[in-house]
């Protein structure tokens, strides 16, 4: 068994905010592989589901942010799981937006919401490091994951969690680079192709019809 945990805050004010792509991330993974539908548990929402060949629970803690090792703590309690069996989708910004990368163990980086999840369960857990960008000064931090996605990052925004969607299994498996390719493939698609065919190479004349005649004939046809 796995547990997936999106990081975020509750309320409709949040929804659309930087800081909650981890919770965009497992409903959007629910709603695509026909999980149940969320409950109230451990202090956050849960759904239950199969991905791959893992029973998965879907965790989105609702004590705010900061408080987000809590809820993580209470359900690993009940299911007598390890932090090893804990994968943690955040955003991340010190990943330009539509990156997304996996880890696993380290450091919390400053996030609140892993500093939290350390402070309950330790570092050994793995993250799905969702890249939503820098606001170029670390007084902005707090402002820019606080406020919603802008329009123009919409695009972006659907095709990585529609890859997250599609990996998630892979993921669940414990194979990240299948994840990652299944992401990329939504995030950065191959080109098309252009249709245009290479030019077609030019048929040679046909070669001049031997001359037969004979020299004298040749001198004849030369003054006629």
């Known amino acids: 068994m796995k547990l ?3 990081l975020g805050n509750p309320g409709a004010k949040y929804a659309m905010n930087r800081h909650n792509i981890g919770f965009m991330a497992l409903d959007r993974i629910a709603d695509d592989h026909g999980f149940s539908p969320w409950r109230g548990k451990f202090q ?3 759904s239950e589901g199969r991905l791959g060949g893992q029973k998965v629970i879907l965790l989105k803690p609702e004590t705010f942010m900061n408080n987000s090792g ?5 359900a690993l309690d009940f299911y007598k799981l390890d932090s ?16 997304t990368r996996v880890k696993s163990g380290g450091g919390h ?3 609140n919401g892993l500093r939290s999840i350390h402070a309950h369960i330790g570092p050994q857990y793995d993250r799905v490091r969702m890249g939503v960008g820098h606001p170029g000064h670390k007084d902005a931090v707090p402002g820019y994951v606080l406020r919603d996605f802008p329009k123009a990052d919409q695009g972006w925004l659907d095709d990585v969690l529609r890859g997250i969607s599609d990996g998630a299994p892979y993921l669940a498996d414990g194979d990240t680079a299948k994840f990652l390719n299944a992401v990329a493939l939504r995030a950065a698609p191959p080109r098309p192709s252009t249709g245009t065919k290479a030019p077609k190479a030019k048929t040679p004349p046909d070669p001049a019809p031997e001359d037969t005649r004979s020299a004298m004939q040749k001198l004849m046809d030369k003054f006629k």
């Open 109 to 111: 980086a400053g996030h």
């Open 84 to 99: 090893t069996d804990v994968t943690v989708f955040h955003d991340e910004i010190d990943l330009a937006p539509a990156k």
């Open 4 to 6: 997936f945990a999106g």
């Open 70 to 74: 809590q809820s993580l703590r209470a």
């Open 44 to 46: 956050g929402q849960v």
